[in-house]
Nanobody, 126 residues
């Protein structure tokens, strides 16, 4: 079992930055690919970014490529999402997720993820 806890959301002006953190309680954090998704009310959960369990490979949604950076620290069981040049359309709840499937597949579909955090709200507004 794995518990994920996100933090770092908040209110920021357009063009600003935020850094989201997700800490895991699991002992085998380095065995999981980790991803960030986001979901607005009434909409499907949307893929944002994923990082390989080794931390050596990343992949981003086109909507955030060049603005967001996903990283991880396996020694701290933590995954981060650095968000720069934020836009109003980035406003929503952000979730981290863990995928334990073998071999690693860098999934972008939320159905492939086994564990989820509770979410953290990001609001981009003047």
């Amino acid at each position: 079992q794995m518990t994920l806890v996100e933090s770092g959301g908040g209110l920021v002006q357009p063009g600003g930055s935020l850094r989201l953190s997700c800490v895991s309680s699991g002992r085998t954090f380095s065995s999981y690919d980790m991803a960030w998704f986001r979901q607005a009310p009434g909409k499907e959960r949307e893929f944002v970014a994923v990082i390989h369990r080794t931390g050596t490979i990343t992949y981003y949604a086109d909507s955030v490529k060049g603005r967001f950076t996903i990283s991880r620290d396996n020694s701290k069981s933590m995954v981060l999402l650095q968000m720069n040049s934020l836009k109003p359309e980035d406003t929503t709840v952000y979730y981290c997720a863990a995928d334990r499937h073998q071999p690693s597949s860098m999934h972008t579909n939320p159905i492939d993820y086994d564990f989820w955090g509770q979410g953290t709200q990001v609001t981009v507004s003047p």
